[in-house]
């Protein structure tokens, strides 16, 4: 069973891409979806011992609200601390799964299916990485990080957290953008990691008529709430496309699932609106962007975190 690890985006948690992550399911992959506990989630919590799990006493982990107009290299410095603890619960997650393939791993949770059946049964020859926006950015700095990884997926990568870092990632990525996220420094920042080398293996798609938010599972609740006047594809398409995509790379990659004639022919009805290479859609923003008003967690708190 070939593993698929994925790392969500800024105030999502482990379930916002759940159709994508249940469509890869339903082909046969076990995906692991990382949830972050480094303020950048819309909320988390664990248990501090065994005593409160008995009691099912929580310790939350809350999302952190900062006001950026003002905060300038501060903003930098914490969003790299935090995706390098984001690529931590990643490479965390990752040695977990080991140990549940050697059945050695523990099962603290409530749960009726026993890990004995995942014993030798999961694959890492062929391990992905994948994450949205955010977690596009933590899935390229774990990719750079652990050999393990074999392969990425990258949606709506947010990489203002690595624009810093040097990194060098030989495995293939898949980069599928939508069109209305990406400013211009963002498009630079992914430029230099598509382009380091022409004979790396890169594929990079826009899809137009696309948002932020048509990746993820959130309109299908609320609704879009970003970019009112863009007329958008239907939500439900939006999804089984990003799908479609992500299931023909897998298997040009790594020839499983090993049939996708199927992704081809749904890819093929959206021609039209499928673009190859970076696209730049972008505006200048006439006002600063304020996530809230709180005040930020400190160098300290993430790294006790």
């Excluded at 009726?112 to 995942?118: D, G, Y």
């Excluded at 030798?120 to 750079?144: E, K, P, Y």
């Excluded at 498009?187 to 594929?203: N, Y």
Aim: aromatic share 10%; with cysteine.
């Amino acid at each position: 069973m070939p593993v698929i690890l994925f790392s969500h985006g800024f105030g999502a948690s482990r379930f916002i891409c759940s159709t994508l992550c249940y469509e890869l399911a339903s082909h046969g992959f076990l995906v692991a979806s990382v949830e972050h506990r480094d303020t950048s989630a819309c909320a988390s919590y664990y248990y501090q011992s065994e005593e409160d799990c008995a009691k099912d006493k929580k310790t939350w982990v809350l999302h952190q609200f900062m006001d950026l107009s003002n905060m300038g290299p501060e903003h930098y410095k914490i969003r790299n601390a935090q995706i390098k603890l984001r690529r931590q619960e990643c490479v965390n997650a990752l040695n977990l799964l080991e140990e549940i393939n050697k059945g050695t791993a523990l099962n603290i949770l409530p749960c009726k299916l026993p890990l004995s059946v995942f014993k030798d049964n999961l694959d890492f020859t062929n391990l992905c990485m994948m994450g949205h926006s955010f977690g596009g950015a933590t899935s390229l700095l774990t990719l750079d990080s652990d050999p393990r990884l074999k392969m990425g997926v990258i949606l709506d990568g947010w990489m203002f957290s690595i624009k810093n870092e040097l990194l060098c990632i030989p495995q293939p990525l898949l980069f599928l953008n939508t069109q209305t996220f990406h400013i211009k420094s963002n498009l630079t920042a992914l430029g230099k990691i598509i382009q380091e080398s022409p004979r790396l293996p890169r594929t990079v798609f826009t899809v137009l008529k696309t948002n932020h938010e048509s990746q993820t599972d959130s309109p299908t609740a609320l609704g879009f709430w970003m970019d009112w006047f863009l007329r958008k594809l239907d939500h439900e398409k939006a999804l089984r496309l990003q799908s479609h995509m992500v299931l023909r790379f897998l298997n040009q990659t790594t020839g499983f699932p090993k049939d996708a004639s199927a992704s081809d022919k749904y890819i093929a009805q959206f021609s039209s609106i499928i673009l190859d290479g970076l696209q730049d859609f972008s505006i200048t923003p006439r006002r600063p962007f304020t996530f809230g008003l709180s005040t930020s967690p400190s160098q300290q708190e993430l790294k006790q975190r």
